[in-house]
């Protein structure tokens, strides 16, 4: 299966309609780990079709989200939206100088466990887990 074809089962699997602008966004963000925003996805969109609209990239990210997907999240002073692939539950550590995102690697255990003992011992349904650190990344304090 080549990689158009993994992301278009990927798409039916979760009872979305395949159309070019879909598979085109989903393969920029599959395996993606930049958590870009809704503009640079349109960016890079419209490198392969020109005339797509920034309106259709919110609204397939809309239907991603729906099909959990994707993960938005707001994070930074501007609270920009970032969409992530990668909807296991993982921290997420966001400079507060130059608005970089990334996950924290490592602890992210952690919240698994968290998420499961809350489910288990307290009764509640975790629907999604966000955690962000606001920090100063490396680039910035060398900077
Ligand atoms: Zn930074
Ligand atoms: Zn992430």
Redesign the pocket.
Known sequence: MNGAEHIESMLRRRGLRVTPQRLAIMQFLHGNTDHPTADDIYQAAKQKHPSISLNTVYKTLEAFEEADLVWRFAVGQKQKFHYDPNTTPHPHVT?I??G?VDDVTGKAGDLKDAARSLAKDDGYEVLRVEVNIIA??P??RSG
């Open positions: 400079c100088r130059c970089n100063l990344c680039d910035c």
